[in-house]
């Protein structure tokens, strides 16, 4: 079962890619947090460092589109092959925001499945890339996945890595297993699992259920506990990690810090990446919360580094 680190806007990018691959128990490939396709496509700078070999190296690099329109899609997925070599592609299908969805586009698309079932005709004659979506289960009803699975089993998809939630869950409520299970009964391609996988417990509910699954992609959860693929390759040895983990968490926060303020003009654009990502892994500590108020209150790096210091030095790591 290969391992997979989700697209998330504002916090995967190639910065964060880099360090995390450094630190911790690599990926088996990443996933660029969406591009989005539009006519006359030409990537800004931000979008090339996100799929160029100079800012990812070796990573195992997955660029995203976000589009609902075919020829925009090939376009797009063009320049990813012949200005930066990558040969596969994902489309998304799963992004719930409200500001992508009311375009159709993300998980909006899988509510118009005539005009989806046309848009891949067309990229999958067109594009010559292997290509990989990453979707949801439907909009509001879970009737929406026969619909869905008759289309994507017409493709010879590299990969469909599924998300079980419709649309409207966003993430609330628990993930509609079952859905999933459906998927692997009737479709021959590949098989990926994506969603609500924050603990070593978690991952191994899903290994019983979908024991053929071909990929876990991780998102959430291992935002909020980097270390979390390091626990589950270690959970058979039967030993307690967490201080080790302490110290890879503590390396990669320093790397990440010292690399946004390389790459980041000013100390407010550094700390509100920062701040975001801590919003995600102070809950895995002990008595985090007045410390992660002082982490979001810093305007200087001064004041950040005192609070970040704190929390390191006089809490532990929660069990993962």
Not at 166 to 171: A, N, P, Q, V
Not at 238 to 255: M, N, S, T, V
Request: overall charge neutral.
């Amino acid at each position: 079962m290969k391992n997979y680190l989700a697209p998330m806007e504002g916090v995967t990018n190639w910065v964060y890619r880099n360090a995390y691959h450094d630190c911790f128990y690599p990926m088996d490939k990443y996933f660029t947090p969406f591009i989005t396709a539009k006519p006359n496509k030409r990537l800004s700078s931000k979008e090339i460092k996100e799929v160029s070999p100079e800012t990812n190296g070796d990573l195992p690099v997955i660029p995203q589109i976000l589009t609902n329109n075919a020829e925009d899609f090939v376009k797009t997925a063009h320049i990813f092959r012949d200005e930066y070599g990558h040969r596969e592609v994902n489309l998304n299908l799963g992004c719930p925001s409200g500001t992508v969805t009311a375009k159709g586009k993300g998980a909006g698309f899988l509510g118009e499945p005539d005009k989806l079932e046309r848009f891949l005709d067309e990229i999958f004659e067109k594009t010559g890339m292997e290509i990989s979506i990453k979707t949801r289960v439907g909009t509001d009803y879970e009737e929406d996945w026969e619909r869905l699975l008759e289309i994507y089993g017409r493709y010879p998809l590299k990969e469909l890595i599924i998300h079980p939630r419709l649309l409207k869950d966003h993430y609330k409520g628990g993930p509609r297993y079952g859905l999933y299970e459906v998927a692997r009964e009737k479709l021959k391609v590949p098989l990926g699992y994506n969603g609500d996988i924050f603990s070593v417990e978690a991952y191994q509910e899903i290994r019983e259920k979908f024991p053929d699954a071909d990929s876990v992609m991780y998102g959430r959860g291992l935002i909020a506990r980097p270390y979390l693929l390091d626990a589950i390759m270690q959970k058979e040895d039967g030993e307690d990690h967490r201080e080790e983990y302490r110290k890879k968490l503590r390396q990669f926060h320093d790397r990440l810090y010292r690399d946004y303020q390389r790459y980041l003009s000013g100390e407010r654009n550094v700390l509100f990446r920062m701040k975001e990502l801590w919003s995600y892994m102070a809950p895995g500590f002990t008595n985090y919360a007045r410390y992660l108020k002082k982490i979001k209150k810093s305007q200087h790096f001064g004041d950040y580094e005192a609070a970040v210091m704190s929390l390191f030095g006089e809490q532990e790591i929660l069990k993962v």
